[in-house]
């Protein structure tokens, strides 16, 4: 079941009727027990593979609290880790190691595994105690809305959720939400994805402009797919009475490599930042630079590889941690140049993220690029000119890309938005008139009754999101 589905809207509202009438004792198996149903519909023998992988750590996490303090919690936390670990890259690696195997790679796995390593090690780091119930803990291991991509929530500020009243003033904050993440894939990231496939496509046609256009419009389609996979992933979770933490924070906007990845998918990066940076900083701390270097390299590379086990992918998290490397080694210098200049904050905060922009237009060639032979080919078409500007665009806008110019000002618009939404979210005001509020939620039907008519309709349907691969 695709999210961007007449049968995912049916599901979601079904799954919410049943969410507001049952009490709240019961509300975590119902959670279960919808969100093992959405995961059947994929395959039916991968979710019972989850339900293994659940019942695993939460029996170890019990058997890690009741050891606390003694060294057998140190054996059995490493055990469960790397079971965990292992299990994850055998998923990954399975299609590497035999194109011929007709293994599925479940859905999610690297969510919800990195959902179950935090949870395990919170528990042996006595951060938090292991959960008693086994429903509440497995109906957030596989809650629907954040399976297919996240974001990647951390059991403490999930599980206190599921008992708490006044979940109904969320819903439409959460149906716009999802609105917004349907906006973003559907008329952006589709459209864009036509002339990025297509520029790939002519890669060997002897002009810059493939180039060019994937060079620069990858990463928005990038940005406006998975944002918009998380909008819908949150607004649903709202939709049920749930909050999720945010995975993005206008990255383009930021001014340095540091400050991008920030911003960029957010819970990613944070869970990283805990369980892989902060270990292997504090193991290299007497290392110096040397030391600083590596936790970042180390940690840069992971993020990389959690995506797959390419070559592409390699250098992409190399030619990343480079930048975060210079940033993080010169960052006492640059602060007393911008002391002594104050000038250059101005400048920074000006030219700072068309650099960072081209930064990761450059990294996320590799990240998009099928070879690095073809990562190879467009870079080198970049010194081939434009003599043919004229006959590439004709081509270019062709059909079936006749209509995703679209993309462009659709782009700007949803920014605008997405910037609206940061600052003032989409709540009405408490005090908002009877006419603004019934104004509001007639607008909001009739919208998604036209989205809903226009799913129904649908017969190609939407492309799959990029991040659900993952």
Known sequence: MQFLSFQYLCFLAVTAIGYRVCPLRWRSYLLLGTSYLFYCTWSPRMAVVLLLATALCYFTALRLQALRGRSAASALARAGVSALILFLAFFKLRPLLSSSSNLL???????????????LVDVYWGKYNAVQEFVPFAAYVAFFPQLLAGPIQRESSFLPQLNRQGAESRVLEGLLRMALGFAKKSIVADNLGLFVGWSYGHLHSGSALPSIVALYLFPLQLYADFSGLTDIAIGSGLVLGTEA???????????????????WHMTLTSWLRDYVFMPVRTLTRDWGKIGLALSLTVNMLLIALWHGFTLGFVVY??????????????????SKYRLAHPMSEKVANLVGPIFVYHVIAVGSVFFRAPSLVSAGQLFANLGDGLSRLGSDLEALVSPPNHHAWIALPAY?????????????????????PRYLRWSVYGSVTAMWILIALTLLGSEKGADPFVYAMF
Request: hydrophobic content about 45%.
């Open 245 to 263: 933490p945010e995975n993005f924070d206008a990255p383009f906007s930021a001014t340095s490599i540091t400050e991008f990845w920030r911003r």
């Open 412 to 432: 700007a618009l949803i920014a605008a938005v997405d910037v609206h939404r940061r600052r003032n979210g989409f709540r009405l005001p408490d005090l908002a």
């Open 317 to 334: 998290g190399l030619f990343q941690s480079l930048f975060l490397v210079a940033e993080a080694l010169t960052v006492s210098q640059r």
């Open 105 to 119: 790679i479940p859905l999610g796995v690297s969510y919800y595994t990195f959902r179950l390593i935090s949870y």
